[in-house]
């Protein structure tokens, strides 16, 4: 497709539930980045990809919190025993490189009740 | 803590006003990039300058990069309803990208 793509876009799950989260970056885009963005608030840096490598997960809040990108393409995000915190609008995003200009996806906005 | 603080937060003005939104800095950014973001959507990237003390316009918005490259302005002039969203400025230093607090900006018809 022509731009980043995330699924679902809205994911309501019960606390304690698992939920996985998809994003398909621009085709050809080396990097790919996870962000959790409150209402108002800029996004918050959770995870970097690099192809199929995993090279910064610093901003992972908990070790409840998983990514992946088996093929350097299509990444996952992937959250365990779901918290109400945990409910906030994930966006990804990709790029050429990690310091060119992303585009992003229009997130997934998770509830947790 | 936030390396990007932006300020205001929040704005409110009338349509037809003129408003600057800044983005400050302790760090040096070799590059700083403007997004906007309206509800239910991903950021969407306005600009990016280089070069301390760069100047780009986009018609009705001016984009200043500091001497020091350490801060940013947005200047828009005569604000429109379809400006309404979030600004967010974002900055790479040290090949990692850092996004600002955000300025949510409401035009009122």
């Known amino acids: 497709g022509a731009g980043v793509s995330q699924s679902p876009r809205y994911k309501v799950a019960k606390r304690g539930q698992d939920v996985a989260l998809r994003c398909d970056p621009i085709?050809?885009?080396?990097?790919l980045f996870w962000y959790q963005q409150a209402l108002g608030q800029g996004p918050e840096f959770l995870t970097y990809?690099?192809?199929?490598?995993?090279?910064?997960k610093s901003g992972l809040p908990s070790d409840r919190f998983f990514a992946e990108r088996p093929e350097g393409s299509v990444s996952t995000l992937k959250i365990q025993r779901t918290q109400q915190e945990d409910s906030a609008v994930y966006l990804c995003?990709?790029?050429?490189?990690?310091?060119?200009?992303?585009?992003f996806g229009d997130g997934t906005r998770l509830s947790i009740l | 803590t936030q390396l990007l603080e932006q300020s205001p937060q929040f704005l409110s003005i009338q349509e037809g006003e003129n408003l600057t939104v800044y983005c400050n800095s302790s760090?040096?950014?070799?590059?700083l990039q403007w997004y906007r973001q309206e509800p239910g959507e991903g950021p969407v990237l306005l600009v990016t300058?280089?070069?301390?003390?760069e100047v780009k316009k986009l018609k009705r918005l001016t984009f200043q990069f500091g001497d020091a490259r350490k801060d940013s302005s947005l200047h828009i002039t005569a604000a429109q309803p379809g400006d309404t969203g979030l600004y967010l400025c974002a900055g790479v230093a040290g090949n990692q990208f850092y996004f600002g607090t955000g300025t949510s900006l409401t035009v009122i018809p």
């Open positions: 085709s050809g885009h080396v990097s």
């Open positions: 995003a990709s790029s050429l490189a990690r310091e060119q200009p992303q585009h």
């Open positions: 990809f690099q192809n199929e490598a995993q090279l910064d």
């Open positions: 300058v280089v070069t301390g003390g």
């Open positions: 760090s040096v950014f070799s590059s």
